[in-house]
């Protein structure tokens, strides 16, 4: 039963933290509309969120088990329940930007308490690859319930600040997560860091790695894939917005249709791997991708103003350009999966650090690029623009086979 109340603690953190993270896009066209900043400054706030992810995870990986998971769970939740009351009391831009950095620094610390104590819980691999999935699982659902959460808090005037007032249900739900892992039983790590594996050490160990040139291919792929993601996921409210001419609350939940898709990818790509080669159907998804693009992208031009009032009346390619979640959606867990299997054991920690900073790292990079072009050319050379990262891509992942096929004989020897 104990380990039933620390499995629906660590579901709520992730299921707050999944709306906290993926509302940026949301935030972003909120941003712009309320505050008047361009789409460039608009576009720094997936830098707060994402930098922050990257450096406090690396940081705090090997102290949060000599704290407790407990405490550094609460510490977290804290900080977010704090930083949501502030920020619509405030009621600036630059509460946001303090609000999303408190958010991915708590988010960090989440993440790293939650894998490790996913290994408390569960006794076999299975299980512990079932409970990881669930847990991932409950972070989809709560990315797809942030976008109708937070555009019930929408209105008409979009230079009201009304809608920040979601923060305070934001507070309140992040005030009962406190609670369910207060009352959590979840155990101090009895395990022993050795000197060896210090702050220093680990960091060193993770620069070392890019040094193979496997891993390095990896990380050029993976920084590609989460820069599309980002810049796409990011902007599709905006996009929805301002080139399709939807109404606000509309934008937001057609963009949720973004989020779904890359759910059901995932879990049709799982499916479908086990009788299909992953670098031909990544091959196939890339393709995809970019024929999507050219089709639905077209179709945005001169549409009319009309009066869309619902998600049943909007435009096709509101309903096509999200889609394109279905196709990039396989594509990071297969490379991830891939590259972590390539290599020992204990070089795995040292590997997911890669895989954080370059994807917080990624994700920043593609919101501001798409940003900037979305500011000063057009929203549709700003999706046009995605067309370059996949070409590359599809030359990363030939390499990638390469390498991978290279090292695996020669363990083999």
């Not at 000599?66 to 550094?72: H, Q, S, T, V």
């Not at 299980?127 to 942030?146: A, C, D, K, P, Y």
């Not at 900037?372 to 390499?399: D, N």
């Amino acid at each position: 039963m104990h380990n039933m109340r620390t499995i629906l603690a660590m579901g709520a953190c992730y299921f707050l933290f999944a709306i906290l993270l993926n509302s940026v896009g949301t935030v972003i066209l909120q941003a712009i509309n309320t505050f008047g900043v361009s789409k460039a400054q608009a576009a720094s706030l997936e830098g707060f969120k994402d930098i922050p992810i990257a450096i406090v995870s690396f940081l705090v990986a090997t102290f949060i088990p000599r704290i407790g998971y407990k405490i550094a769970l609460l510490g977290g939740l804290s900080l977010v329940t704090i930083m949501c009351l502030v920020t619509p009391l405030v009621g600036n831009f630059w509460a946001l930007k303090a609000l999303f950095a408190a958010v991915g620094c708590a988010f960090a610390i989440v993440k790293v308490s939650v894998y490790a104590l996913i290994g408390q819980v569960t006794d076999s691999t299975k299980s512990h690859s079932s409970l990881l999935n669930t847990i991932e699982g409950i972070f989809m659902v709560g990315v797809l319930s942030g976008y109708w959460v937070f555009s019930a808090f929408l209105s008409e005037d979009i230079s009201s600040n009304n809608w920040l007032n979601v923060y305070y249900l934001l507070a309140g739900f992040s005030v009962v997560t406190l609670f369910l892992v207060w009352f959590a039983k979840i155990e101090k790590s009895t395990s022993t860091t050795p000197s060896s594996n210090s702050a220093s050490g680990d960091f060193i160990a993770m620069l070392r790695l890019t040094y193979q040139p496997l891993v390095l291919v990896f990380i050029i792929s993976a920084f590609l894939y989460v820069l599309i993601e980002q810049g796409v996921g990011t902007w599709l409210p905006t996009f929805n917005n301002q080139v399709l001419n939807l109404p606000v609350d509309v934008s937001v939940q057609l963009s949720s249709i973004f989020a779904a898709s890359l759910a059901l990818g995932r879990l049709a790509a799982g499916q479908i791997l086990k009788k299909v080669d992953w670098y031909i159907f990544l091959n196939v998804c890339l393709f995809g991708m970019a024929i999507l693009v050219l089709l639905t992208l077209p179709m945005t031009k001169n549409i009319p103003q009309n009066a869309v009032t619902s998600v049943f009346n909007a435009p096709l390619a509101a309903y096509l350009m999200p889609l394109i979640g279905l196709l990039m959606a396989p594509i990071y867990p297969v490379i991830n999966s891939i590259m972590l299997s390539s290599l020992e054991k204990h070089r795995h920690a040292a590997m997911t650090g890669l895989i954080v900073v370059f994807s917080a790292l990624g994700g920043t990079t593609g919101s501001l690029i798409t940003g900037f072009v979305f500011e000063y050319m057009s929203g549709q050379h700003a999706f046009y623009m995605s067309l370059v990262p996949m070409g590359v891509i599809v030359v990363t992942l030939f390499l990638f086979k390469k390498r991978a096929q290279q090292v695996a004989c020669s363990s083999a020897v």
